[in-house]
């Protein structure tokens, strides 16, 4: 179980985290167990950091440097498959050519063009939640890596090779219910509005599913990347519109 959990923060952050022994496929299909769990330390990190720019700095720039953190905590790994699915879904007529633009590393203009208005609208909703920004993030962030996990289980990998093949069709029933549950266990301690987020976060996890299937015959490294965004966003949007 710690090998795991310990996998799960590797797998989701760029901390120093030692696994020991070796991980083998079923440790790495397991790890997605805790992926609400790295998910929340994230958030408590990024929570911290709020807490002490607030009192010194405006909002604004608040809302920047808690977003920049949280890249650095990442990787960009999330926003890296943002960018390549939109300019993947741009640029290709098929299956094939998506996929080969996907499997790209440099980003296209309109993959750039989406990241920079994805970014500007996660400053936005951050300025904006300021007095409820806790919260939002902890359920935004945890509720992200749960549709990651609700995802995978319901697809299969569009691909022989990449991220996706690592963890679809190998998360077991058990494994993505008790992700799933210690999801409810977050939500119910944050409030009806994270448990509310959980409820969309689902069905758009079913619908992200359908949808990568029959354009994709399954789904990425990118595409679960994209769906962590969407995910996210979604879920502070709602916040953001319970508070207003």
Not at 21 to 45: M, Q
Request: aromatic content about 12%.
């Amino acid at each position: 179980m710690l090998k795991r959990m310990l996998l799960s923060i590797q797998f989701l952050t760029r901390l120093p985290v030692i696994v020991p022994g070796e991980a083998n496929e079923a440790d790495i299909a397991g790890s997605a167990v805790f992926f609400p769990l790295a998910g929340l330390l994230i958030a408590g990190i990024l929570a911290g950091a709020y807490f002490l720019l607030f009192s010194v700095l405006p909002a604004f720039v608040v809302s920047v440097l808690v977003l920049f953190i949280y890249i650095i905590l990442t990787g960009s790994l999330h926003l890296d498959g943002f960018a390549d699915t939109v300019d993947g879904f741009y640029g290709g007529r098929d299956k094939e050519g998506i996929l080969k633009i996907m499997d790209d590393s440099r980003i296209g203009a309109i993959g750039a063009v989406w990241l920079f208005t994805v970014i500007t609208l996660f400053i936005a909703l951050f300025t904006y939640l300021s007095k409820e920004l806790v919260p939002a993030l902890l359920s935004a962030i945890v509720l992200g890596r749960t549709g990651a996990v609700l995802l995978m289980y319901f697809s299969k990998p569009a691909k022989k090779t990449g991220l996706a093949g690592m963890f679809c069709g190998k998360i077991t029933f058990l494994q993505a219910l008790l992700a799933y549950l210690i999801a409810v266990c977050i939500c119910a301690a944050l409030g009806w509005k994270a448990v509310a987020g959980l409820f969309i976060v689902t069905i758009l996890s079913v619908i992200a599913a359908k949808y990568f299937h029959k354009k994709l015959g399954g789904i990425t490294g990118d595409t679960i990347g994209f769906s962590v965004v969407l995910f996210e966003a979604v879920v502070l949007i709602y916040w953001l519109i319970r508070i207003s």
